[in-house]
């Protein structure tokens, strides 16, 4: 249900326990019946569901901005920024309020199901701006995997980009394989050091190559199905 824009998966999982989903007629109440949308019928609150178009996007998200879907406190998501897209959209994966950079956005659950699966190990690169200069011993403990509170983290690849004596801020690149709940701050919290800014300049193949910050584009048919690829 949540594939085609009926309401979140959670919330469609309480329409169903609140027996107010039909298929073929019955009134379902069981959470992850299987069923086939092209051929049984299926009402929710008396209206029938129909498949939605198939939409995929690749959003260079701005700092500042929610990755959800509402917010309680009235700040701006990126559904914000969606608001002539008439499918019911969302993030694959997260990232935090003060992240920017690279999202995708879609109504596919199947392939974002198997890009945020851990097992796929979806490379996901950051350029990371901190305070300070950066030794190399660091930058190799980063490379080897960092202790963090959930576990150790992978070996990741980091590239070193240079440093400022002016602004005393350090660049670098760090790609991940996993994707932990704020794992980049983290890791450089870490090691000891203060993010000045960090955005994710590219999520497996994808790059925000002529995506200005704000916009998005929709991915081709092409880049979906190498996406897919990693199923």
Known sequence: MSNYGVASRRASEKLILEGRVRVNGIIIREVGLKVDPQRDIIIVDGKRIEAQPKRYYLFNKP??????????????TVMDYFKKVPERIYAVGRLDQNTEGLLLMTNDGTLANILMHPSKMVDKTYEIKVKGRIRDAVLQQLADGVPLADGMTAPADVYYIGYDSHTNITSLEITIHEGRNRQVRRMMEYVGYQVHNLRRVQYAF??????????????????VADLYKYK
């Open 63 to 76: 700092k500042g901005v929610i990755t959800t879907a509402s917010d309680e406190k009235g700040r701006e």
């Open 206 to 223: 994808l790059t925000l190559s002529g995506v200005k910050r704000g916009a998005y584009r929709s991915l081709t048919r092409e880049e």
